[in-house]
T-cell receptor, first 113, second 114 residues
C-alpha cells in the first residue's frame, strides 16, 4: 500500500555507534519531517525538509542530521548515539509545506545502551 | 517561539460520557490546527484539521473541534465516547503561512471504562 515506510522497526544500539533510520514515501510529497516521541513530552520535531535539496532544524536537532537527495527519501542519522536518544522515531510527510495534513510512518523504536 | 499546551495529561471516562480535551497555542497570526489520534501500538492518524472558514470542524468517528481565535484554543469534543476511543490524542499547530514547522502538544491519554 502507498504511504511511508520506515526501517528498521526496532533497533538496539551501543552508545557511541552511528545509526541511520530510513524513511521512504511514495506519495510524491514535497515536505518531510522527523519527530521523536517520548513519554510525557509528545512529539518533538527533529528536522524537516520542505522540498528535495533543502533541510531545516526543528525543536531538538542536536545529535541528529538529515539529508534530502530526492523527493522520496529522508534518512535520519545519529553520528554518535547517546542513551538520551532512546525514543520512538516517526517520519512524516505532507503534500507541501502549506498544504494538507501529516501522514506518518509506523515508527522506529531505538534503544541506546 | 510557538508552543502548544495540552493541560489534560490523562483523562478517564466511562462509556457514553461526553469528552472535551483542551488545546491552547501561543501564536497571534494565522494558524493551521490539527488533532491526531494514536491507538495503542499504532502510528498517528488525523482526526480533523482547521485551515480556515467555519471554526467548528467535524472529523472522523464523531469527533469535532472548535477554533476560538480569541482564546487561542482548539478543543476536541465528542458527545458520547466509546471504549474504542481509548488512545492518545495530540493537538498540533502550524503557525504562520510561511512556517515550516508543525509543533505538537505533549498529548492526552484517554482511558475509557467499559
Amino acid at each position: 500500500t502507498a504511504g511511508i515506510t520506515q526501517a528498521p522497526t526496532s533497533q538496539i544500539l551501543a552508545a557511541g555507534r552511528s545509526m541511520t533510520l530510513r524513511c521512504t514515501q511514495d506519495m510524491r510529497h514535497n515536505a518531510m519531517y522527523w519527530y521523536r516521541q517520548d513519554l510525557g513530552l509528545g512529539l518533538r520535531l527533529i528536522h524537516y525538509s520542505n522540498t528535495a535539496g533543502t533541510t531545516g532544524k526543528g525543536e531538538v536537532p542536536d545529535g541528529y542530521s538529515v539529508s534530502r537527495a530526492n523527493t522520496d527519501d529522508f534518512p535520519l542519522t545519529l553520528a554518535s548515539a547517546v542513551p538520551s536518544q532512546t525514543s520512538v522515531y516517526f517520519c512524516a510527510s505532507r503534500l507541501d509545506r502549506d498544504v494538507g495534513e501529516l501522514f506518518f510512518g509506523e515508527g522506529s523504536r531505538l534503544t541506546v545502551l | 517561539a510557538q508552543s502548544v499546551s495540552q493541560h489534560n495529561h490523562h483523562v478517564i471516562l466511562s462509556e457514553a460520557a461526553s469528552l472535551e480535551l483542551g488545546c491552547n497555542y501561543s501564536y497571534g497570526g494565522t494558524v493551521n490546527l490539527f488533532w491526531y489520534v494514536q491507538y495503542p501500538g499504532q502510528h498517528l492518524q488525523l482526526l480533523l484539521k482547521y485551515f480556515s472558514g467555519d471554526p467548528l470542524v467535524k472529523g472522523i468517528k464523531g469527533f469535532e473541534a472548535e477554533f476560538i481565535k480569541s482564546k487561542f484554543s482548539f478543543n476536541l469534543r465528542k458527545p458520547s465516547v466509546q471504549w474504542s476511543d481509548t488512545a492518545e490524542y495530540f493537538c498540533a499547530v502550524k503557525a504562520g503561512s510561511s512556517a515550516s514547522k508543525i509543533i505538537f502538544g505533549s498529548g492526552t491519554r484517554l482511558s475509557i471504562r467499559p
